[in-house]
């Protein structure tokens, strides 16, 4: 299989002008959610989707309580996901506080299968048209 693309028309400013511009943009297909999955799966295995289903809800389930409690969660094949901070520095060890926590958030960094794969990944032209952002007047 290949990614889909199109041709996307976008007006940029180049030089102080506004210019049209060109440039391939990649067709999003449908989300991949739980029942797809498990359907995917339950077709190459001998479990059947309710199975299936409720080991993916207990996963997801487990992986948050992890990363909640600031542990990383490698997926095999997948990669890893690691909890993060974004903070703000002060300027002496007695000013650090919790409140210079700004928000928790998850990186995801992909293993070197996954990376080896998207490198050969192909793309095909989906159609001709050229497509671009159509703004409503107001």
Do not use: C
Request: charged share 30%; hydrophobic share 40%; proline share 4%.
């Amino acid at each position: 299989m290949a990614i889909k693309f199109f041709k996307y028309k976008r007006n940029v400013f180049l030089n102080k002008e506004l210019q049209e511009k060109y440039m391939p943009k990649m067709q999003i297909e449908t989300v991949a959610d739980f029942e797809m999955i498990a359907q995917m799966i339950e077709k190459k295995s001998s479990m059947s989707r309710g199975d299936i289903l409720g080991v993916l809800a207990e996963l997801e389930t487990t992986i948050l309580w992890m990363l909640e409690n600031g542990h990383p969660v490698s997926l095999g094949l997948l990669g890893t996901f690691y909890p993060a901070i974004e903070v703000q520095m002060v300027d002496s060890p007695q000013e650090v506080t919790r409140n210079l926590i700004k928000r928790f958030k998850i990186i995801f960094k992909p293993s070197k299968f996954f990376k080896e794969r998207f490198r050969k990944v192909e793309f095909v032209l989906g159609d001709s048209e050229v497509r671009g952002v159509n703004y409503k007047k107001k």
